[in-house]
Each structure stands twice: as C-alpha cells, then as structure tokens.
C-alpha cells in the first residue's frame, strides 16, 4: 500500500522551531515532487513549500526565509524545516506527492498520494 506519513508537528512558542518529516512507504520519492500544505481552522488549504524530483524548490511568500524544504531520496523521505515561527502558522500540514520529472514544482499540481496530516500548534 503506498501512502505518505508525516511527523514532527507538535507545540511551539513564537520564535521557535520544528522539523516536519514526510515519509514515503510503498513507493520511491525518486520521481516525485513532494508539497508541503496547511490549512488552518476555518481557511483554505495553501501551499506551503514544494522540493522537485530534481531538487528544485519553491516557497509561499509567507514562509520565505523561514522555512527551508529538502529531501532525502535514499530514505524516501523530504523535509520541512520550520524556524522563526510565528502563531499564523498554526495549521495542520500534510505532504503530498506527485510523479513529476523535472526541476521544477508548483503547488496547483494533481496531486497523486497525501499524508494523513500533523498539527503545528505556535503559541506562549
């Protein structure tokens, strides 16, 4: 059964930091761009970050600077790492993969395989 699991969310300060982890079983990340996205309570799901099969990366704006995607292929797995957080990223974040070639990725895309979701919860 091929299916993405995230890990890492939890509660966090303002100004704190977390490490998201999306793991593939299943499948190969290898031909795969890989999205981050959160919705939080009573908003659209948006994307986040987005690495491409190639490693190409893509960032909302809002995350920019802070948040810093990347992958490693060998464990099927890709990265979010989340610095400077502040109480609007309180969201839940899920994964998604899409088989894509390429260097580059998009959060539009048709997404193939989602994760079933971890809360990040930014608050003193």
């Known amino acids: 059964q091929s299916q993405l699991v995230e890990s890492g969310g939890g509660l966090v300060q303002p100004g704190g930091s977390l490490r998201l982890s999306c793991a593939a079983s299943g499948f190969t990340l290898d031909y795969y761009a890989i999205g981050w996205f959160r919705q939080a309570p009573g908003k659209e799901r948006e994307g986040v970050s987005c690495?491409?099969?190639?490693?190409?990366?893509n960032y909302a704006d809002s995350v920019k600077g802070r948040f810093t995607i990347s992958r490693d292929n060998a464990k099927d797995t890709v990265y979010l790492e989340m610095n400077s957080l502040k109480p609007e990223d309180t969201a839940v974040y899920y994964c998604?993969?899409?088989?894509?070639?390429?260097?580059?990725?998009?959060?539009?895309?048709?997404?193939?395989?989602w994760g079933q979701g971890t809360q990040v919860t930014v608050s003193s």
């Open positions: 690495i491409s099969s190639r490693g190409g990366t």
């Open positions: 998604a993969a899409v088989f894509k070639l390429g260097g580059s990725c998009v959060f539009t895309a048709k997404y193939d395989y």
